[in-house]
Antibody
Framework: EVLLVESGGTLVQPGGSLRLSCVAS????????MTWVRQAPGKGLEWVAN????????NYVASVKGRFSISRDDTANSLHLDMTNLRDDDTAMYYC????????????WGRGTLVTVSS | EIVLTQSPATLSLSPGERATLSCRAS??????LAWYQHKPGQAPRLLLY???NRAPGVPARFSGSGSGIDFTLTISSLEPEDSAIYYC??????????FGGGTKVEI
């Protein structure tokens, strides 16, 4: 069974930093592109970033470019999102998801981890 | 960036009725469109990819059609568990892989 479990979400002050993690199981993690998607309170889904299978290609939505960094550790079947200079509008539930193929739809998702940016 | 506009914002129907959800793209996405179901407190679920291909385990009452800029998700006979928000997503122009704003289905 494919499982994705996110962690690391918490309350953080504006300007602060945070690392989100996602542990994968039930599939060969190193073979798949992975994605972070977020949902702000009362809003829809927003694609945030993705990373290719060997970690050499990373892409970001414009609003987080230069502040967020996606990475992966295939030895630990883990995906990470390092977030810096956090803003109020980064407040959201953050979901980790597996892409079916490069730049494809996401066929498995975690239940999310909540990031709240507030003073 | 391709903008996806979903309509209606909310759809209120009864069990057994047919639901028709629309997704319109600001420019052609060919057939590179997916649909997701999202219930509160749960992980989003892939329903259809590349317009009309059902993901494993998705019931046959979910179907998709369209190409270019206009797409439709149809739920042929609503079940109570189909209450959710439904999102479309394009994958022809990236980054970002944009989502529509969602349609809430109330049963």
């Amino acid at each position: 069974e494919v499982l994705l479990v996110e962690s690391g979400g918490t309350l953080v002050q504006p300007g602060g930093s945070l690392r989100l993690s996602c542990v994968a199981s039930g599939f060969t993690f190193s073979n798949f592109w992975m994605t972070w998607v977020r949902q702000a309170p009362g809003k829809g889904l927003e694609w945030v970033a993705n990373i290719n299978a060997d970690g050499s290609e990373k892409n970001y939505v414009a609003s987080v470019k230069g502040r967020f960094s996606i990475s992966r550790d295939d030895t630990a079947n883990s995906l990470h999102l390092d977030m810096t200079n956090l803003r109020d509008d980064d407040t959201a539930m953050y979901y980790c998801a597996r892409e079916r193929a490069a730049y494809d739809s996401s066929d498995y998702w975690g239940r999310g981890t909540l990031v709240t940016v507030s003073s | 960036e391709i903008v996806l506009t979903q309509s209606p914002a909310t759809l209120s129907l009864s069990p057994g009725e047919r639901a028709t959800l629309s997704c319109r793209a600001s420019q052609s996405v060919n057939t590179y469109l997916a649909w997701y179901q999202h219930k509160p407190g749960q992980a989003p679920r892939l329903l259809l990819y590349d317009v009309s291909n059902r993901a494993p385990g998705v019931p046959a009452r979910f179907s998709g059609s369209g190409s270019g800029i206009d797409f439709t998700l149809t739920i042929s006979s609503l079940e109570p568990e189909d209450s959710a928000i439904y999102y479309c997503q394009q994958r022809i122009d990236w980054p970002p892989l944009t989502f529509g704003g969602g349609t809430k289905v109330e049963i």
